[in-house]
Structures are given as structure tokens and as C-alpha cells.
């Protein structure tokens, strides 16, 4: 293709920066690359050697180290934002106001406040922020919400999310052996970092702004931060579990439970299955239940089967489905796939988990915080890890 039609064609393609370049930059850069309408401009690290590697990795043609310059010279339509929670208000902040829709990884804020304040600046600007829920818009839930929105189980009842999390694992080593590391210093630690996506599987089928909240955590040894969480949700009329363990081996799994039944899906094995007894009478629930289950076997098998064909199963393929409704809405004017209104439910919700947590872990509240000394400068801040 000659210069002057590659030029025609990336004009029609919404621009797209990244802000920092640590773990998972390359899962953001790979998934963005797939989408029609949109290319990278540019890549942006406080350590210039990470921007510049990152561009050369997947031929984006420019890279800074300081977002200023980037926004000013590059002037794209969205950022995605890729850096440690606590950086994540001013950076955001920022980014709207030089005009720039952001899409920022969980979580979203370190409080409720901060997310209310980029909303209403996102709004006053007419700009969209969205939050890397991404496990939403993995295929595997996909299909587990199309057979609960077709009946299958009747009305939702209760939601069980469990996140596996072993400190074991290359960002939980990098946690446990720096006391001074970033994670720890957040409100609700290791845990701020991680339960946003047990947390909202839950608030997918729980609609209640102030539900009621049981939570507590605990310690493992031999470490000195808390590694082990519980948290009991009820609402109105739906309940649920968020477990978040360090014993059990890595795993993202929900159970969703109705009144005619339950599903779970298994976002790693990316499999949904119906679970519990049949409803048949006596022995017959001892042949229908495993024929059922034989079933959901070869229908998760087809599917399979199917993305592998094509090169569909990757790990990353909800961040890749989000991030491609996130640009049509861009382009449209629609409603952005995770609304404002849920962005701040959730870190609110995060912000009451915590809270119970000191109570009960005998902390005392946490000092109210201005939004300047909760968001230290950006330029030393940039380098992100998952």
C-alpha cells in the first residue's frame, strides 16, 4: 500500500495512546491491533526505554516519556491508561482534559470520590471514560449471560465469584517481597488491585446501590499484608460471595444461581456448565444429571473447537471485546458498554469492602484524603504491572 492510501486509511481509525508500558501494555498494544477502527499513534512511560521498546515491539510510530508532550503533538482520540491504580486520577484527569477519551484499567479509582469527579469532568467535556471490565465481554461469559437471559435458570437468586490468586505468581512474589511496593499502599492493598473483576461478575445480576456488606480479611503466613478475603453482598432480592484466596490454585470461576437451576462458568477453561441435581425424581436425577452435564461437555467442546479453528482463544479476549465497543461508542454517540453509573457503583462498592475490613481487622478509618495528595505527579509514576 502506498504512503498517500495508508495515510487515507488510518484517517478513518479513532487514534489511540498508550500510558504506561509495564505487564500488560503488550495485551492492550496485540488486542488494539486487531480492531479495524482504530490504530496506536503513540506509547508513553515515565522510563523511555519501556515507551520505545513497547513502539518498536508492535510498530507504533511514536513514543514519549512525558504524557504533556504526548497529548499535545500526538493529540489522540483515546488513551488506554496502563498504570498503577494510585496515578490513575491524575493521569485520567489529564487525558480528558486535553480532549482525549481513556480507557482506564481496573480499578478504576482508589475511591468512590475520585471516580465521581472524572465522570462529571468526562461529562462537562463530552468525552467517555470506561474501566477494563473486560471479563464481561469474554466469550466464555458471553455465553454463560445468553443462557441466563434466555430462562435457562430461571431468575438470578445468588452469584458466587471466586478468584483464585497464589502470591506464588510473578505479580504476587513482586508484592510479598517489597513492604514498599505500590499495592501495598493502596486503601484496600493486594486486594484493590485484583477483586474488581470477582466483584463485578457479582454486580452483573445485582443491581442494588447499597446493598449490605459482610467482608473481612485475613493474614497467611508468612506474610505480613493480608492475602485472604470474604465478602458477603445482599441485596433486595439477589445475593452474593466474593471469595479471594491465596491456597487455592490460579482460577477465575462464577457460579450463577436461579430459581430453576444453576450455571458456571470457568473463564480460564473458558467452559459454562449447568451444575446441581436434575430436577427428575429418584434415580432418574442420577442419569439426567451427568447426561446434562455430557451435553454442556459438547457444547463447550463445538465452541472451542470453533475459536481454535480460527485463532479465537486467547486470554485476552474480553479486553479486545470491550475495548472494540468502547470505540463504537466513541464513533456513535452511543452509551459506553460499562456506564458511568456502574464505574462508581463498583468502586463504591470496593470502598465499603475495605472499610468493613479495617473495622473489623481493628484499623482505624482511613484519613480522608485530597485529591492532590492521593494523586501523586504523573511523570514518576507511568511504569505499570498487572
Request: net charge neutral; glycine share 8%.
Amino acid at each position: 500500500m502506498s504512503d498517500s492510501r495508508k495515510k487515507s486509511a488510518n484517517a478513518d481509525r479513532l487514534r489511540v495512546a498508550l500510558v504506561g508500558c509495564g505487564q500488560i501494555a503488550d495485551a492492550h498494544l496485540q488486542e488494539i491491533a486487531k480492531i479495524p477502527g482504530a490504530h496506536v499513534v503513540a506509547t508513553c512511560d515515565a522510563y523511555r526505554d519501556l515507551a520505545m521498546q513497547a513502539a518498536a515491539r508492535f510498530q507504533v510510530p511514536a513514543y514519549y516519556e512525558n504524557l504533556a508532550d504526548m497529548l499535545a503533538e500526538v493529540r489522540p482520540e483515546v488513551v488506554h491508561l496502563a498504570t498503577p491504580a494510585h496515578t490513575h486520577f491524575e493521569l485520567t484527569r489529564q487525558c480528558l482534559t486535553a480532549g482525549a477519551n481513556v480507557y482506564v484499567e481496573k480499578p478504576f479509582t482508589q475511591d468512590a470520590r475520585e471516580a465521581e469527579t472524572l465522570v462529571a469532568i468526562a461529562n462537562e467535556r463530552g468525552l467517555k471514560v470506561c474501566v477494563g471490565h473486560d471479563q464481561l465481554f469474554d466469550p466464555a461469559w458471553l455465553a454463560l449471560r445468553q443462557r441466563v437471559d434466555a430462562g435457562e435458570i430461571g431468575g438470578v437468586t445468588h452469584v458466587e465469584s471466586v478468584l483464585g490468586y497464589p502470591i506464588s505468581g510473578q505479580f504476587g512474589s513482586q508484592v510479598a517481597g517489597d513492604p514498599r511496593h505500590w499495592v501495598r499502599r493502596l486503601p484496600g492493598g493486594l486486594f484493590q488491585n485484583t477483586i474488581s473483576h470477582p466483584l463485578y461478575r457479582i454486580t452483573e445480576y445485582l443491581p442494588d446501590d447499597e446493598p449490605e456488606i459482610v467482608a473481612a480479611w485475613a493474614r497467611r503466613s508468612p506474610f505480613d499484608f493480608p492475602t485472604e478475603l470474604n465478602v458477603v453482598v445482599r441485596g433486595a432480592s439477589v445475593t452474593g460471595t466474593l471469595t479471594f484466596s491465596s491456597t487455592i490454585p490460579s482460577q477465575r470461576v462464577t457460579r450463577v444461581y436461579g430459581s430453576k437451576g444453576a450455571l458456571e462458568v470457568d473463564l480460564d477453561g473458558q467452559v459454562v456448565r449447568r451444575i446441581g441435581p436434575s430436577r427428575a425424581p429418584g434415580a432418574f436425577a442420577k442419569l439426567l444429571t451427568p447426561w446434562a452435564q455430557w451435553r454442556d461437555a459438547g457444547r463447550n467442546l463445538r465452541r472451542n473447537l470453533w475459536r481454535f479453528a480460527r485463532a479465537d482463544i486467547h486470554y485476552f479476549a474480553g479486553l479486545n471485546g470491550l475495548s472494540e465497543r468502547f470505540y463504537a461508542s466513541i464513533r456513535d454517540g452511543g452509551p459506553a458498554p460499562i456506564s458511568p453509573a456502574e464505574i462508581v457503583r463498583v468502586t463504591r462498592l470496593m470502598d465499603r469492602i475495605f472499610e468493613e475490613c479495617r473495622a473489623r481487622d481493628g484499623q482505624a478509618p482511613e484519613a480522608p484524603r485530597t485529591l492532590e495528595a492521593s494523586s501523586p505527579p504523573p511523570q514518576r509514576q507511568l511504569e505499570s504491572v498487572r
